[in-house]
């Protein structure tokens, strides 16, 4: 089962006005990700996901140029050991850094894919899971800055589909902020979960501000107050309040959580597997959570083939949270890339697919005629 080609797909599609919503990091204004197709002598294929890192091209080119080579021949069935090749040759030492671990991902994912289907068994049978449900919140490009009667509005809507648990989007003015989440549980009431995400965008005053509301909301977690390698802040915050500090979708490897984890001050940690190394880090990353007593509430990325292999991940974890269940209005890597990711129940929760690997099926044609759109995706 040798590794015959890899080949990343830049891919975007532009975001309407009605669909782009206002939160940390500016207004969206397109969808971007990389598609990663790994195909063997024999001819199974498998897909990943790679995070585009805000340069779909970038990261393509990367895979294409560079990582594809270093990969060529291998067993596919090796991940640790294409894993260890492309740490060693190309991010432990002068290669990129988090953009190749971003590549790296979307290679490891499709290994594993493979490995499932030629076994014939869906992905968390084979990582050692069993088919459970897994609680979601509504999360996603979703939520954002709008008036408080707005988000009320659109928080009943999510609800009213089976979630108990919904996401925020805060980093707009403190007051908003505040506002706004007093807003929303004032309507849901107290059977709801409530998260909170700042998108890196609090200073440590912000989060002392912030704190004693959030804390009186009973506010599951803030994520991402402020930039990954901000430690001072992160452990400044850390004593503010009793909320819970997440982070984790810009850390790469575990290497990185093992710093976050031996600091004390992030206690929810939230890796990607199309950003932090694949699912074989991810696998990694929740061990050493798990070894602290630490939840994995990981974040998902754009397409269903991340979404699905999240789950089948959660599944096979025994310290897995909630997953981030994507309710942007427009996604059409979600709703036109690829089949279903997985089962929704009025539970409000989800549960892995039972086809083999993966599970999520990918439209060729569609990536066809959606080809990468230079620029920012956030105005």
């Known amino acids: ?63 294409n140029t560079t990582l594809a080579q270093l990969v060529k021949g291998m ?17 432990a030492s002068h290669g990129m850094g988090a953009a190749a671990a971003i590549g790296m991902s979307g290679i490891d994912m499709a290994l594993w894919d493979i490995r499932a289907k030629a076994v014939g068994w869906p992905l968390y049978r084979l990582l050692g899971g069993s088919s459970r449900a897994i609680p979601a919140y509504a999360g996603g490009i979703s939520l954002g800055y709008q008036s408080p009667q707005e988000l009320v509005s659109e928080a009943r809507a999510l609800v009213a589909r089976g979630f108990r648990a919904l996401k925020l989007r805060v980093g707009d003015t403190w007051r908003a902020d505040v ?8 309507a849901l009431g107290e059977d709801i979960d409530l998260l909170v995400d700042a998108n890196t965008k609090y200073s440590v005053a912000d989060v002392r501000r912030v704190m004693p509301a959030f804390d009186e909301l009973r506010v599951g977690w803030l994520e991402e107050p402020f930039p990954p390698h901000d430690a001072r802040s992160y452990s400044l915050a ?36 199309s950003k932090t190394g694949g699912i074989s880090e991810g696998l990694r990353i929740a061990a050493l959570g798990s070894a602290w007593k630490l939840p994995v509430n990981p974040h998902t990325s754009a397409t269903g083939l991340n979404m699905a292999a999240t789950v089948h991940f ?14 942007a209005k427009e996604n059409l890597f979600r709703d036109e890339l690829t089949t279903r990711a997985y089962e929704f129940g009025a539970d409000g929760c989800v549960r892995p697919l039972e086809r083999p690997g993966i599970g999520a099926e990918v439209n060729e044609d569609f990536i066809r005629s959606h080809p990468v759109i230079e620029g920012p995706g956030y105005v």
């Not at 940390?24 to 294929?45: A, F, M, P, Q, Y």
């Not at 067993?75 to 991010?91: C, F, H, T």
């Open 1 to 63: 089962m040798k590794i015959a080609q890899t080949t990343a797909y830049p891919l975007s599609f532009p975001v309407s006005a009605a669909g782009g919503v206002r939160l940390g990091i500016g207004r969206t204004v397109k969808r971007d990700t990389v598609l990663v197709k790994v195909r063997t002598e024999g001819g199974l294929t498998g897909w990943g996901e790679s995070h585009h890192g805000r340069s779909p091209g970038a990261v393509a080119q990367l895979i």
């Open 179 to 186: 506002e706004r989440a007093q807003a929303v549980r004032a």
């Open 238 to 273: 850390a004593g503010l309040g009793s909320t819970p500090l997440a982070a984790g979708e810009n850390h790469y490897t575990r290497f990185e959580f093992q710093r976050i984890v031996e600091d004390r001050s992030i206690t929810i940690l939230q890796p990607d597997l």
């Open 314 to 327: 959660l599944a096979s974890i025994d310290n897995g949270g909630y997953y981030e269940a994507d309710v």
């Open 75 to 91: 067993d596919a069935s090796d991940v640790n050991g294409v894993w260890a090749r492309i740490y060693k040759m190309q991010l």
